[in-house]
């Protein structure tokens, strides 16, 4: 996968997705200090981790572990800057999900704002961005992301841009069913 080689930059007139960096640590710790961030967060097959990350340490932590995933392929994070107010605003991590499930071989696709960022005009401009990019980088087709039913702005704007909901259920590594997937298929 190209996203291993070097990690992809995409920008726009507000946004740019990037690389995470340390100096977005303040920030992230914001973003993953919000509460009622939290809800929105995909947290399905993460061993516990509800990603509150309230202190620089803890924040610091993660970014490490996200790191260590990236240089061993496990997955990719990256930061969502907007230029407008020159704060990093959330990230985006991209995986290669291998399973036995329905899942299998599919781009995971994990959006995390802040709360008040949380606007279908600004979701839809996020996944303008960079969904396009992801075959690309990942060489597959089928992107899922996960929107719960209390999501209503982030399901107008995956709607909007095709994501259609899946009957289906994710099964992590614990056997434990997720719902809530919605899935797109790029060409």
């Known amino acids: ?3 291993y080689e070097r990690i992809p930059t995409f920008e726009n007139n507000r946004l740019i997705i990037r690389e995470v960096l340390e100096s977005d640590i303040k920030d ?4 993953y200090g919000d509460r009622l961030a939290l809800p929105f967060f995909n947290s399905d097959n993460c061993k516990g981790d509800i990603f509150y ?5 803890k924040m610091k932590d993660a970014l490490s572990f996200w790191d260590y995933s990236y240089r061993n ?4 994070r990256l930061s969502i800057f907007d230029k407008k107010i020159k704060k990093t605003i959330g990230t985006i ?33 996020i996944i303008d961005l960079i969904v396009p990019h992801i075959p690309n980088e990942t060489g ?10 209390y999501a209503v702005e982030r399901t ?25 997937y919605w899935m797109i298929t790029i060409e």
């Open 156 to 180: 107008k704007a995956f709607k909007n841009y095709g994501f259609k909901p899946t009957d289906t259920y994710l099964v992590g590594e614990d056997g434990y069913p997720y719902k809530d």
């Open 1 to 3: 996968m190209k996203i």
């Open 53 to 57: 990350y309230h202190t620089l340490k």
């Open 93 to 125: 991590e991209i995986c290669m999900r291998v399973s036995k499930d329905d899942y299998n071989n599919v781009i995971m696709f994990r959006l995390d704002v802040a709360s008040k960022y949380e606007q279908v005009a600004l979701l839809k401009e």
């Open 28 to 31: 992230l710790t914001k973003v």
């Open 73 to 76: 392929r496990y997955f990719v």
């Open 140 to 149: 597959l087709k089928q992107i899922v992301t996960k929107i719960p039913l």
